[in-house]
């Protein structure tokens, strides 16, 4: 079952690479229920959250939010710490999709605060950015900024747009002392 299991995630692979997001999710459901049948929680629960990502690129939020619902839980029951916190991005990814701004927001900053001691800064800075964008929305600016900040402070070598933007945090951070 496993080797069947694995044949399924590599299908699913490749359809999610040529942009296949539907057939995709659906082998990644499949896969999931064979590891599952085999015992195997943790592969079990990363293919729910590979299936919930194609569900979001195909545009399906609410499916993509049910598929990730709880695998978070299946991974820090295992001491995975990056994989609960992807598992916690991609709700709230799906939540920010639903427009449930606040559930997203919290789900967006379990995941930032998990990783925070990880050292893992790649995705710690695209969850903050996600956090900057969420707070700015919600008319907090400069909780927007410092959480922006923060991003951009992981982030090395920053891009031109992402200096210049470094550099007005800091003139906003000084006149606001």
Same mark, same amino acid.
């Given at each position: 079952?496993?080797?069947?299991?694995?044949?399924?995630?590599?299908?699913?692979?490749?359809?999610?690479?040529?942009?296949?997001?539907?057939?995709?999710?659906?082998?990644?459901?499949?896969?999931?229920?064979?590891?599952?049948?085999?015992?195997?929680?943790?592969?079990?629960? #990363?293919?729910?959250?590979?299936?919930?990502?194609?569900?979001?690129?195909?545009?399906?939020?609410? @499916?993509?939010?049910?598929?990730?619902?709880?695998?978070?839980?299946?991974?820090?029951?295992?001491?995975?710490?990056?994989?609960?916190?992807?598992?916690?991005?991609? @709700?709230?990814?799906?939540? #920010?999709?639903?427009?449930?701004?606040?559930?997203?927001?919290?789900?967006? @900053?379990?995941?930032?605060?998990?990783? @925070?001691?990880?050292?893992?800064?790649?995705?710690?800075?695209?969850?903050?950015?996600?956090?900057?964008?969420?707070?700015?929305?919600?008319?907090?600016?400069?909780?927007?900024?410092?959480?922006?900040?923060?991003?951009?402070?992981? #982030?090395?070598?920053?891009?031109?747009?992402?200096?210049?933007?470094?550099?007005?945090?800091?003139?906003?951070?000084?006149?606001?002392?």
């Amino acid at each position: 079952m496993p080797d069947r299991a694995e044949q399924l995630k590599q299908q699913a692979t490749d359809l999610y690479k040529q942009k296949g997001y539907l057939p995709a999710a659906q082998l990644f459901g499949a896969a999931a229920d064979l590891y599952q049948e085999a015992g195997n929680e943790t592969a079990a629960a #990363e293919m729910h959250n590979n299936r919930s990502v194609a569900l979001l690129q195909s545009g399906e939020a609410a @499916q993509a939010l049910q598929a990730a619902a709880g695998t978070d839980k299946v991974f820090a029951l295992g001491g995975e710490v990056q994989l609960q916190a992807m598992a916690l991005s991609n @709700q709230a990814a799906a939540l #920010e999709e639903l427009g449930r701004q606040a559930e997203a927001l919290a789900f967006y @900053q379990q995941a930032s605060a998990l990783l @925070q001691p990880t050292g893992e800064t790649e995705m710690r800075s695209i969850i903050l950015k996600r956090i900057s964008s969420l707070k700015m929305r919600s008319g907090k600016a400069l909780e927007s900024l410092a959480a922006m900040d923060s991003a951009l402070t992981l #982030e090395k070598p920053a891009s031109p747009k992402e200096k210049l933007i470094k550099r007005l945090l800091k003139i906003v951070n000084h006149n606001i002392r």
